[in-house]
Nanobody
Framework: QVQLVESGGGLVQPGGSLRLSCAAS????????MHWYRQAPGKQRELVAA???????NYADSVKGRFTISRDNAKNTVYLQMNSLKPEDTAVYYC??????????????WGQGTQVTVSS
């Protein structure tokens, strides 16, 4: 019932920037929390950023000051602006959204993942 489509990944040099987008579609009444996770080969999936319905944000220590999460409620979309990228940021990035459907059922959904590679 809910699909998330991610975009914006790619190859960038160290110090460069990327903006990831994650758009939700379906019979959605509201979206509460939005999250970005990442997973590098051989490593655990980690939470990198979160934003609530009223705009409260939280970040992993490794990305504080470099990444910014934001949302556009009219478009049911969450963004992750990534600046000053480092090779250690290389990973597959996944969005995760939670909310309420038109039948008042709660949902949680994951994006398909988008590859971010930081290399010179």
């Amino acid at each position: 019932q809910v699909q998330l489509v991610e975009s914006g990944g790619g190859l960038v040099q160290p110090g460069g920037s990327l903006r990831l987008s994650c758009a939700a579609s379906g019979r959605i009444i509201s979206i509460s929390d939005m999250h970005w996770y990442r997973q590098a080969p051989g490593k655990q999936r980690e939470l990198v950023a979160a934003i609530t319905s009223v705009g409260y944000t939280n970040y992993a220590d490794s990305v504080k000051g470099r990444f910014t999460i934001s949302r556009d409620n009219a478009k049911n979309t969450v963004y992750l602006q990534m600046n000053s990228l480092k090779p250690e940021d290389t990973a597959v990035y996944y969005c995760n959204l939670q909310g309420i459907l038109s039948d008042y059922k709660a949902f949680g959904s994951w994006g398909q993942g988008t590859q971010v590679t930081v290399s010179s």
